[in-house]
């Protein structure tokens, strides 16, 4: 079975660009998360994708956005790029449960690094 | 808003030792729990997770944790560890109920052991 998958392994953008991340979750997984782990600040939750939509994100600006195509795939967008989202942007994926008891499967993550 | 605190930043064990890393976390509703392990140079995984039911839960690779509801807390421990455990471990958490959510992580464990 073919893991959760991202792409690109690494990129380096700088200041005020605009970033696209990609993801591919395991097959017969709906559920696509997004987490930043910025050095510090350890794991923290950004968006939740289910079925094409967003189910909920966390505490972070709007220039954090995202979305989920048909095939369960999904993109992470960070618009006007800031020093302080370097960081290593982890996607996981999982099949949907109502009560969050499905454990998220992670991938080998993004190193966006601004300059 | 939960959050997670795992109390060890840094363990350094040496090999058949015994091994409990603490987790506590902060919400008043029904929680998941997670403990995840970051092998070097992997990616996250599983160890173990706790739902409902036994509170003592076992794992992967000899690992178990226990839920003890009124302390909050759900430690890692492992009777006797090897060198191959080297890893940094996480705990996390979800909330139940109303759909789910992103898990809120600890900051994590840096966990070497000397051979």
């Known amino acids: 079975e073919a893991g959760v998958t991202q792409s690109p392994t690494h990129l380096i953008k700088t200041r005020g660009q605009q970033v696209t991340l990609r993801c591919s979750p395991i097959s017969g997984h709906t559920s696509v998360y997004w987490y930043q782990q910025a050095l510090g600040l350890g794991l923290q939750f950004l968006l939740w994708?289910?079925?094409?939509?967003?189910?909920n994100r966390g505490n972070f600006p709007p220039r954090f956005s995202g979305r989920q195509f048909p095939n369960y795939s999904s993109e992470l967008n960070v618009n006007a790029l800031e020093l302080e989202d370097s960081a290593l942007y982890l996607c996981?994926?999982?099949?949907?449960?109502?009560?969050?008891?499905?454990?998220?499967?992670f991938g080998d993550g993004t190193r966006l690094s601004i300059l | 808003a939960q959050s997670v605190s795992q109390h060890n930043h840094h363990v350094i064990l040496s090999e058949a030792a015994s091994l409990e890393l603490g987790c506590n976390y902060s919400y008043g509703g029904t929680v998941n729990l997670f403990w995840y392990v970051q092998y070097p140079g992997q990616h996250l995984q599983l160890l173990l997770k706790y739902f409902s039911g036994d509170p003592l839960v076992k794992g992967i690779k000899g690992f178990e944790a226990e839920f003890i509801k009124s302390k909050f807390s759900f430690n890692l421990r492992k009777p006797s560890v090897q060198w191959s455990d080297t890893a940094e471990y996480f705990c996390?958490?979800?909330?139940?109920?109303?759909?789910?959510?992103?898990?809120?992580f600890g900051k994590g464990t840096h966990l070497i052991i000397q051979p």
């Open positions: 994708y289910d079925e094409g939509e967003e189910r």
């Open positions: 996390a958490v979800n909330t139940r109920g109303g759909g789910a959510d992103g898990l809120t």
């Open positions: 996981a994926s999982s099949m949907y449960g109502q009560w969050g008891n499905q454990p998220q499967h």
